[in-house]
């Protein structure tokens, strides 16, 4: 009998990329500050910053449907993957950012990363982060079809 | 339809669906960003070193909770003093000044007609938002300025906000008052 597990990682990720992406969908505009915190997107032109707000949650509401249904799944499943790595790697240089200026070590470093959770522990966020990244290129690549 | 076979064709098109849906969402969705507009006016973020109060250093008058209690009978029946409260409109009906208009900054031309006149009359123009390091307050008031013409030597922030409001026991409004 074949595994299930490869079928509950598929809807697991999924699931949770559905959920955060509601989450930051319903308040724009906190996600909107957040984003400019990384001060990583330009202010100007405005529309690339403004984008984001609305662009970044459907990217994660899509990718959870298509790795649930199937439907263009290894596509959703780079796109997701990558985008999760970038943004792991601004949390990162964030948190290097304010163990710089406060002192604090790694592990003690918490700041609401905009990731739709609120205030979060940032080496936890790192390690779900990778298991998100591995389990979205699962879900596309290594999972069956049903 | 063909659905692409390719990874590299899957990832286009997966890309496509995902940028038509985000401006979709962008265009009809009322409660979605202006992608026109510029949330974070350059006159406040040129000086956006922060000081002591943990907000960015900007250049407008500041008042405080006092100062403001003393205006609160002059903010009902006379533009001689008008109170913004810079937050959401979920924020502002759970708990607000009194006597204090919403202007969400985020939807300046939703918000501000309804109130511009009251602002350009007035001698006292006071703009508050959560308070702590929340910013929306100076960007609001840089909006007010420089795209709405409110005299900026009228316009006084009131850093503290919100928090230090309730944190000092002062009267809270709650619902949509004005």
């Known amino acids: ?30 996600f909107l500050k957040s984003i400019h915190e990384y001060d990583i997107l330009p202010a100007r032109p405005t529309w690339v910053l403004n984008l984001a707000p609305s662009g970044i949650p459907l990217l994660e509401i899509t990718a959870g ?12 499943a780079v796109i997701m993957s ?13 948190t290097f950012g ?5 002192g604090q070590a790694f592990t003690q470093v918490e700041f609401d990363c905009g990731c739709g959770a609120g205030v979060v522990v940032i080496w936890e966020k790192i390690m779900f982060n990778t298991i998100l990244v591995l389990g979205t290129l699962h879900a596309g690549f290594r999972a069956p079809d049903s | 339809m063909n659905l692409p076979s390719s990874t590299s064709g899957q990832t286009a098109a997966f890309t496509a669906v995902v940028l038509v849906l985000a401006l979709l969402n962008s265009l009809l969705n009322p409660s979605a960003l202006d992608l026109s507009t510029d949330y974070f006016p350059t006159i406040a973020s040129e000086n956006s070193e922060e000081g002591a109060t943990g907000l960015p250093q900007h250049d407008f008058n500041v008042i ?7 205006f609160l009978p002059e903010l009902k029946g006379s533009n ?5 409260d810079a937050r959401s409109t979920a924020h502002y009906t759970q708990g607000h000044i009194p006597g204090s208009y919403q202007i969400d900054r985020y939807h300046l031309d939703e918000f501000v007609p309804p109130v511009l006149d009251a602002m350009k009359e ?8 959560a308070g702590g390091e929340c910013e929306d307050s100076i960007f609001l008031a840089t909006d007010l300025v420089y795209q709405w013409g409110v005299d900026k030597d009228v316009l006084y922030i009131f850093e503290g906000g919100m928090n230090e409001w309730k944190d000092l026991g002062l009267p809270i409004a709650t619902g949509v008052e004005r």
Do not use: H, N, Q
């Open chain 2, 64 to 70: 405080d909770a006092d100062s403001i209690m003393e």
């Open chain 1, 82 to 94: 990558s985008f999760l790595v970038l943004f792991t790697a601004a949390i990162l240089w964030r």
């Open chain 1, 98 to 102: 304010i163990m710089d200026e406060t």
């Open chain 1, 1 to 30: 009998m074949r595994s299930r597990l490869p079928i509950m990682i598929r809807f697991l990720m999924g699931a949770i990329l559905i959920t955060y992406g509601i989450e930051k969908l319903s308040d724009p505009v906190s």
């Open chain 1, 65 to 76: 449907l298509c790795l649930i249904t199937g439907f263009l799944r290894r596509g959703a």
């Open chain 2, 80 to 84: 001689f003093a008008v109170l913004i």
């Open chain 2, 122 to 129: 007035a001698g006292y123009v006071m703009v508050y938002c």
